[in-house]
């Protein structure tokens, strides 16, 4: 059995500042997406982007991740406690951020950027996809960091106990989301997006690909308190994941059915 370092969850101090390591996690995760996506301008010629789109396209995507996985937690989470005390919305030091959320205000977002530059929709997610797991992984690593989101109990080898939690060994699911969510996602369509792709095909490479992992972990996954489990013994992180595969697999055949096929 292992047991959580129980990091501190302050980085370092600025005074009266106090820096914490996931806030850190979040500008470790767009430094990353601006680095690679920038190599990615460089080095693949098939790419349409210019540096400039990039950072355009993030400042509006770190606005989308912040509103909407704020606003995503209110409502998939906490719907009926926020109604009673609307103005807790505002209260981001008490955490709550949801990935969905987050997710959607990105692709709304990045809807009004495409409209307002009258560019496709589509190929500024394609470029986005396959960025994105450098950010779901550098989160992880700070839900690791600050032993939240832990797992259900386990008595695996590498079962983990979380001493602000329990006694209990648990899986340390955290790191199974950066392993999948983060590594091998972002290795597969790294490698995928390396030759042009049908428009779509990328995005829907990763909603399929980040829906069936997250569905998977979530089964590790100690389920919110307040929620439990819902229909099926399904976690809310699951029915969520689910709409986001049958969209990619709409969005794949979509993508693929006007490409000629080799004889």
């Given at each position: 059995m292992l047991i959580h370092p129980q990091f501190d969850p302050v980085a370092i101090h600025l005074g009266p500042l106090a820096v914490r390591w996931y806030g850190l996690m979040y500008l470790v995760a767009f430094a990353l997406v601006w680095a690679v996506g920038r190599y990615a301008i460089k080095t693949r010629p098939h790419s349409v982007w210019t540096a400039h789109d990039l950072d355009d396209a993030l400042f509006y995507g770190i606005l989308g991740v912040i509103l909407g996985g704020r606003l995503g937690y209110v409502l998939f989470y906490k719907f009926g406690e926020y109604l009673v005390e609307p103005w807790r919305v505002f209260f981001v030091w008490e955490g709550g951020m949801s990935f969905h959320g987050g997710f959607l205000g990105v692709i709304i977002v990045l809807w009004w950027y495409a409209h307002s530059r009258r560019q496709s929709w589509l190929a500024i997610t394609d470029f986005?996809?396959?960025?994105?797991?450098?950010?779901?992984?550098?989160?992880?690593?700070?839900?690791?960091?600050?032993?939240?989101?832990?797992?259900?109990?386990?008595?695996?080898?590498?079962?983990?106990?979380?001493?602000?939690?329990?006694?209990?060994?648990?899986?340390?699911?955290?790191?199974?989301?950066?392993?999948?969510?983060?590594?091998?996602?972002?290795?597969?369509?790294?490698?995928?997006?390396?030759?042009?792709?049908?428009?779509?095909?990328?995005?829907?490479?990763?909603?399929?690909?980040?829906?069936?992992?997250?569905?998977?972990?979530?089964?590790?996954?100690?389920?919110?308190?307040?929620?439990?489990?819902?229909?099926?013994?399904?976690?809310?992180?699951?029915?969520?994941?689910?709409?986001?595969?049958?969209?990619?697999?709409?969005?794949?055949?979509?993508?693929?059915?006007?490409?000629?096929?080799?004889?």
């Open positions: 986005i996809a396959p960025l994105a797991p450098l950010g779901l992984g550098a989160g992880r690593l700070g839900n690791f960091i600050n032993a939240e989101l832990w797992g259900r109990a386990s008595d695996l080898p590498w079962a983990m106990m979380f001493p602000n939690v329990d006694r209990v060994p648990r899986h340390p699911s955290q790191l199974y989301e950066f392993a999948l969510e983060g590594v091998v996602l972002f290795v597969v369509l790294w490698w995928y997006a390396a030759k042009p792709r049908p428009r779509g095909a990328m995005s829907a490479w990763f909603l399929i690909g980040y829906g069936v992992f997250r569905f998977a972990v979530e089964f590790t996954r100690e389920p919110d308190s307040f929620l439990g489990l819902l229909a099926l013994n399904l976690s809310m992180g699951q029915w969520l994941s689910v709409p986001m595969v049958v969209a990619g697999v709409i969005l794949l055949w979509w993508s693929w059915r006007g490409v000629p096929r080799a004889s």
